[in-house]
């Protein structure tokens, strides 16, 4: 079952929103929006399941006034966890396996780093979204490779994730990655596409494969 979290920061435009929930092949059944990121569902017609965060980034607290009260979950300020992981504990709980996050661009860089510590987790986010990047994560326990059918030069970076050991393999790319040396603080940083389909596998551990937005 996949869930689509709405964080606060910037987006992809409405449109490309759109074609995110409405017309994947697999259609979310669980959608919450952490406290701004209603704003960001709300501006490309998407009606959340559930609303969750301290709400102080919201603006006017009236615009929640539609939903049923107890579609909406009011955490203090002062709190130990942020907006959106207490949406992501909250897609696991409703039975999400695979939970993609929409916004969290741009802003604050420790906000930023925030939502990237989710993908070391036990369990973790699959695809993040925002406005200029549109980011996978592959790992040989879930969901081990990326297909893709991309334009010729492409840029992709790749990033080893969790606790290792890593190996990776790819097909259509100029440095294929089966001849990396994997390591923690390594990467492979602006590869480039050679063909219109491209392929990348976790043979061992996990990655994030990092693409420019091009919905």
């Known amino acids: ?29 669980i959608i919450i929006a952490a406290d701004s990121g209603f704003l960001t569902a709300q ?30 979950i009011r955490h203090e300020h002062d709190k130990d966890y942020t907006d959106t992981e207490l949406a992501f504990s909250l897609a696991a709980e409703k039975g999400c396996q695979k939970i993609w996050i929409i916004g969290g661009g741009g802003g604050r860089i420790d906000h930023l780093f925030g939502i990237r510590s989710l993908f070391e987790r036990e369990l973790f986010p699959q695809r993040w979204i925002t406005d200029t990047a549109d980011i996978y994560c592959i790992d040989t326990h879930v969901q081990s490779e990326l297909s893709l059918c991309l334009e010729k030069k492409t840029i992709i970076s790749v990033f080893p994730l969790g606790e290792g050991p890593w190996e990776a393999e790819s097909i259509g790319l100029k440095w294929p990655l089966n001849v990396l040396e994997w390591d923690r ?26 693409l420019p937005h091009i919905m």
């Open 185 to 210: 603080g390594f990467f492979g940083l602006s590869n480039e596409t050679t063909d219109d389909r491209v392929l990348v596998r976790a043979k061992q551990g996990r990655f994030m494969v990092i």
């Open 43 to 72: 501006n490309a017609g998407v009606k959340p399941d559930w609303i969750i965060g301290d709400m102080d980034s919201l603006g006017d607290p009236a615009q929640l006034a539609a939903f049923e009260p107890e579609r909406i």
């Open 1 to 29: 079952m996949l869930g689509i979290i709405f964080t606060g920061g910037e987006a992809p435009d409405t449109q490309a929103i759109k074609q995110l929930v409405e017309k994947q092949t697999q259609k979310a059944e």
